[in-house]
């Protein structure tokens, strides 16, 4: 493994809320995340929605600040909000219908990045790089899309404008939230493709925040699971597909639908199903220990009292729960 392009190192954000008349409170989106993106690999966020996979992805690329814990762009810590910093880590949100500005054509789109970030301005020269951007996220011919207004182009069209203007700035680091989550069933496997294309080609670090396990097993090198704003598990993807550590990333993956597996002792994972154990907790008033000890049907005391540490294993595997740590005994 080379040195991480970016980590985030106990990671934590909170954010105070008004729950009433004078009176505030705190949610605790992200606690204690720790994240390391190397270059060319692709480490997948998974988890259930208000799992506090966006609010990382916000934190890594500095929009906002941390409570605490520290974000490091190769090696070095970051401090505020530096241009060069937004040069080197890009955010694709999921939504392309409104990542665009409606008023302007995809050339201007293009251009702005590259004025802003690279300093062109002679006309010829911004001309070739836009087609040239638009050629490599595979918008062909180019001259075709470049003068057209966003409201002209499909899902997956202004998706691929999306990245080809997160790329004019030349990033080491692309941060996707749920990218392809909007998009047509039909062109999903198509961005999937051109993501890891461009890891290939040009050696980013990828970030591939989703809920779905099976896209995540396609695309990514690595799993990382969150729950209520806590890392319970990550590792190798086929490591932790075929042989799950917490009990909620079994029941993300038994849940997730998959003909190739073959799962014998599937029914014995959870007796229960999903909603019989019940709703994500609020993370104004998250539970003490584990916080997933209420839903988890192997919950023991200790795990109502006392935050699991991280149990490590050779192949590079590692969890956040009790029940490993009483196997490891």
Partial sequence: MSQPVLEAREVSKHFPVRIGAGRTAVVRAVEDATLALQPGRIVALVGESGSGKTTLAR????????????????????????????????LIFQDPFGSLNPLHRVRYNLERALRLHHGVRARAELNRRVLELLDRVSLSPADQFVDKFPHELSGGQRQRVVIARALAVEPKVLLGDEPISMLDVSIRLEMLNLLDRLRTEDGLA???????????????????????????????????IASPLHPYTKLLIDSSPDPDRIGGDRD?????????????????????????????????DVCKTAVPPRTELPNGQWTHCWLQQEETR
Avoid: N, W
């Fill in 59 to 90: 934190l890594l690329a500095r929009f906002y600040p941390p409570t605490s814990g520290e974000i490091r762009l190769r090696g070095k810590a970051v401090r505020g909000k530096e241009r060069d910093y937004h040069r080197d880590v890009q």
């Fill in 206 to 240: 990828l970030l591939y925040i989703t809920h779905d396990i099976a896209s995540a097993r396609y695309l990514c090198d690595d799993i990382v699971v969150m729950y209520a704003g806590r890392m319970v598990e990550g590792g190798p993807k086929d490591d932790v």
């Fill in 268 to 300: 014995a994972l959870f007796d229960s199903t999903a909603e019989d154990l019940g709703e994500p907790p609020s993370l104004i008033d998250p539970p003490s220990g584990c916080r997933f000890h209420p839903r988890c049907p192997f919950a023991m």
